[in-house]
Structures are given as C-alpha cells and as structure tokens.
C-alpha cells in the first residue's frame, strides 16, 4: 500500500517521481475502495428497502386485520337489518352480505400482490446497479485496449 504522504501528491512533480508499479499500486487501491464504498451503499439502500417492505407489511397486517373483523361485525349487523327490513330468510341475507365481504377481500389481494411486486422489483433494481456497474466497467476496459 502507498504511504499516504505519496498517494496524495499535491503537484503534477510530484506523481512524475512515484514509479510505474506505486501508480499501479495506487490505482488498484482506489480501485478496491470504490468498490468497497459502492458495495457499502449498495447495502445500506437494501437494508432500506427492505426495512419499509417489512415494516409496510406489517401494518398491512394489523390493518388488515382489523378491516376484517370490523368489516365481519358490520356484515352481521347489515343481514339483520335486511332480515328485518326485508323478511327475507337470513340465510339469503348472510348469503349476499358474505358475497360482498368475498369481493372486498379479493380486491385487497389483487391490490396487495402488486404493491408488493413493486417493492420486490425496488429491490432487485438496486441489486442490479452493481452488476450492470460491472459490465459497463469491462466493457469500458475492452474498448480502450
């Protein structure tokens, strides 16, 4: 490794007086730092997005939950009313209640599944960057030999 004191020359005379192998040396430990720092930055913006998938989810379960059992409480009240407002049989209004509550929960699984595959798309973008970082790197490299 390059002592510090050379690495940082301050003036044009100064990187003339290292040799070819301390260039190489320096230039491979820049090299090796960039990539470390990428790879850190790569990390910290998964652990990101993983963080708020999680945590959307979570709450996506309380709420969801508490949808379900309020909306279960009010499908029970709104076939009585129709029982009694009505006279239809119970069975026919639990029946047509019970298919809407169906409905909503399908609706909210269609629209969940594809909030999530968003976020998992979020997700595999950024482990991507590195990747097509990579490539663009060699490519570079092919070129200019």
Not at 76 to 83: C, D, N, V
């Amino acid at each position: 490794m390059i002592p510090l004191d050379k690495h940082r020359a301050s003036s044009s005379s100064d990187i003339r007086e290292l040799s070819t192998p301390d260039l190489l040396k320096g230039l491979a430990e820049d090299a090796r730092r960039l990539l470390a720092q990428e790879s850190l930055a790569i990390k910290a913006r998964l652990e990101y997005q993983l963080e708020a998938w999680k945590q959307g989810m979570a709450l996506m379960i309380v709420g969801g939950s508490a949808i379900m059992l309020g909306g279960f409480v009010l499908v029970l009240g709104f076939a009585r009313i129709l029982k009694m407002s009505l006279g239809w049989p119970i069975w026919i209004t639990y029946s047509g209640t019970g298919a809407l509550f169906v409905l909503g929960g399908i609706i909210a699984v269609f629209r969940g599944r594809a909030r999530a595959a968003h976020a998992a798309d979020k997700v595999s973008d950024i482990a991507q960057q590195p990747i097509e970082d990579a490539l663009w790197i060699t490519e570079r490299k092919s070129n200019n030999a």
